[in-house]
């Protein structure tokens, strides 16, 4: 488990994950430079809370239905792993 943690990212993943970014960031019209700012705001808060592994973390928005009125609204997605819980919140 520790392995992975520890392991950096290669090229190749490293350049999937931006062109994810890339890709969900044209469906949403959310610049990749914005989708950026939001991951690391989000990370920031949580790492307030918890420890967590930001260089995997995921973020994905997607538009989906609003019931019954035909309407598509954004949905933020997060994966996030958490490393260990702090339980020395102030």
């Known amino acids: 488990m520790f392995k992975n943690i520890l392991k950096r990212k290669s090229s190749r993943?490293?350049?999937k994950?931006?062109?994810?970014?890339?890709?969900?960031?044209?469906?949403v019209n959310c610049s990749p430079e914005m989708m950026e700012m939001i991951k690391n705001d989000i990370a920031k808060v949580i790492s307030k809370y918890m420890?967590?592994?930001a260089k995997s973390m995921e973020i994905q928005i997607t538009k989906t239905g609003n019931r019954g009125r035909g309407l598509k609204?954004?949905?933020?997605?997060?994966n996030i792993p958490i490393l260990d819980l702090n339980h020395d919140i102030p």
Request: charged share 35%; proline share 4%.
């Open 13 to 15: 993943e490293i350049a």
């Open 17 to 27: 994950d931006r062109l994810k970014i890339l890709l969900i960031s044209d469906r």
């Open 51 to 53: 420890k967590i592994d």
């Open 73 to 78: 609204n954004p949905t933020l997605y997060a």
